[in-house]
């Protein structure tokens, strides 16, 4: 994830100029579409370009302009956990008012499902082992939360969600497709405990829609970015770390004490 200025142009660059403020695509040839082969290879720091730098070069096509309520540090925290809660809720969900939204966790992804959903007039209901961050949820406007480790069987409270925005792998996607209705979507994202076996007599047996969601696409986070200002949505920054502070902030993230995005500020 990144976001920075324009600087310098390129011979026959038409969508950005010196001093856009942008951000970075985190797939660069992935443009709107399906996903392909070319696009899943073109990932920032998949062994190509990375943007831990102070200056990076990159396409044209792989950059997105930021509305102009948005720091960078803002900005920075999007192209990864933001574009992936849209495109779970809104391009593949198509969420509607009313429906119910199960989140996992506090992590970037879920922080920015829970106000992805709320936005579009859904019903949340979040889960977190902490009772400070289940304060912090309710005041982002979670209609329900679940402490996982008081409730461990919390797809018990949560039975009958619509959607289901599955970051944790073994220890959570059993219990995942048992709290979705019939009918019902589970977005996988991540696997935070691991990947084990799977039982699939839930998935058919209950007709659930099980989707596999990796980010998005550019078009995806240009869309998500006019949802964002015209409501003027801000993401949840837990921390600031300078660029140089990399370790520290990688410590952090491990300890699990965080709450939205961690973000590396170059101050340079």
């Avoid at 062994?47 to 990159?58: P, W």
């Avoid at 949840?236 to 770390?241: A, K, L, P, Q």
């Amino acid at each position: 994830d990144g976001a920075g200025e324009v600087v310098e142009v390129g011979a026959g660059v038409t969508r950005v100029k010196p001093g856009d403020r942008v951000m970075a695509a985190f797939m660069q040839k992935w443009v709107d579409g399906e996903l392909t082969e070319d696009g899943m290879r073109s990932a920032l720091g998949a062994g190509g370009e990375a943007v831990g730098a102070e200056y990076v070069v990159l396409d044209q096509e792989g950059l997105v302009v930021l509305p102009v309520y948005l720091s960078f540090e803002e900005a920075a925290s999007l192209p990864c956990a933001g574009v992936t809660a849209w495109h779970s809720l809104v391009s593949e969900g198509h969420v509607r008012a009313g429906e119910t939204v199960l989140t996992l966790g506090t992590g970037g992804v879920s922080i920015f499902a829970v106000q992805f959903a709320k936005l579009m007039g859904a019903r949340v209901i979040a889960t977190s082992s902490k009772a400070d961050k289940i304060e912090r949820l309710q005041a982002m406007g979670a209609d329900q939360t679940i402490n996982y480790v008081e409730q461990p069987d919390w797809h018990k409270i949560a039975r009958g969600v619509d959607h289901v925005v599955e970051v944790g792998g073994k220890d959570t996607l059993p219990k995942s497709l048992r709290a979705v209705r019939p009918g019902g979507s589970v977005y996988v994202i991540g696997v935070l405990s691991g990947r084990g076996d799977l039982d699939f007599t839930p998935v058919f047996m209950r007709n659930i829609r099980l989707q596999g969601i990796f980010v998005g696409s550019r078009v995806m986070a240009e869309d998500m970015l006019r949802a964002m200002a015209a409501h003027e949505l801000r993401p949840v920054i837990d921390r600031v770390f300078e660029l140089g502070e990399a370790r520290e902030a990688l410590r952090y993230m491990e300890s699990g004490a965080h709450f939205g995005k961690i973000v590396l500020r170059d101050a340079s």
